[in-house]
């Protein structure tokens, strides 16, 4: 069976695509997305201080508004890689023959490709919101080496909390109670925000899981489909790209992820290159945008 591809998409049409993929990285979903990022954007936020006065018959100037920018700059990355079909080729013959009357129509092999370049992209995406520094094939993220926007030696006014020790199913309600703690001592303003969550990865979460599954979580002594994550009445956001052993509490409105997929920039290239060398390679190439900020540091507090 031959297969012949040679497909671009561009602009809007890469955007889709690309868009799609995204969505695949978990964390963006706890994340405020700013799309048609040509470049940069400045993020701006207002605080109010006594700008409540009592009535009077004339205009009489009170208080002040400070106005705080940050800039969120997406970095341009790109995807080549160079595949053997026969690497996918058993896996999409695969979906070809699905049993079953009712069985929905196969992807074409366009699709499947593309679908496979799109959980690299996922993957990508989610580490660096996390884990990312400015190297290359990365952007700089939250809790990144050295420059993570959270460090203290890069925004002094994020709260530092600090861990008893690496987690474990015995520490990890003991850890939790102390950042909701120091939620409550140093950011009491954001508490009843109702896009308020605490961040971790998934190993924390399972730490966490069995810990209330030991004392006994709704008179059940596992997960079960009753079960919401939360604690001590705060949402629990679980983001597969963070570090282990650190615990983020914030507002998904004061962190942002920024993109571009409208630009013509954003491009997806499938090119067989069979009729240009006659090998049995494709080569995929992708291009898109990416990068994180925060709004309030002091609204922010970080676990390690």
Request: with cysteine.
């Amino acid at each position: 069976m031959a297969f012949t591809t040679t497909s671009n998409f561009a602009g809007k049409a890469a955007g889709f695509y690309i868009s799609a993929a995204l969505k695949e990285a978990k964390s963006l979903d706890y994340l405020t997305m700013i799309e048609n990022i040509k470049f940069k954007s400045n993020i701006q936020r207002m605080a109010g201080s006594g700008v409540v006065a009592d009535a009077t018959c004339d205009f009489t100037d009170a208080g002040t508004l400070a106005l705080t920018e940050k800039v969120l700059e997406p970095k341009n990355l790109q995807i080549n890689l160079d595949l053997c079909k026969s690497t996918l080729l058993d896996s999409w013959e695969a979906l070809q023959m699905r049993a079953g009357a009712g069985a929905p129509p196969p992807a074409s092999f366009d699709d499947y490709v593309i679908s496979y370049m799109g959980e690299i992209i996922a993957q990508a995406t989610e580490e660096s919101i996390w884990s990312g520094t400015a190297v290359a094939g990365k952007f700089n993220g939250f809790l990144g080496a050295v420059t993570g926007l959270l460090l203290p030696g890069v925004d002094a006014t994020v709260i530092q909390s600090t861990a008893s020790g690496a987690y474990t199913a015995a520490n990890i309600i003991a850890n939790l109670q102390t950042l909701t703690a120091d939620m409550a001592a140093n950011v009491p303003a954001i508490l009843g925000k109702d896009d308020l969550h605490i961040y971790m990865n998934n190993k924390t979460y399972a730490f966490y899981v069995s810990a209330v599954s030991t004392l006994g979580y709704v008179n059940a002594y596992n997960m079960n489909g009753d079960y919401e994550p939360v604690f001590e009445g705060y949402k629990i956001a679980v983001c597969p790209g963070m570090n282990d052993n650190e615990l983020v509490a914030a507002e998904k409105s004061n962190c942002f992820y920024g993109t571009d997929l409208l630009s013509d920039a954003t491009r997806i290239t499938l090119m067989d290159m069979a009729q240009l060398d006659g090998s049995d390679n494709m080569r995929l190439v992708a291009r898109y945008s990416g990068g994180v900020q925060t709004g309030v540091g002091a609204d922010i507090v970080r676990q390690s």
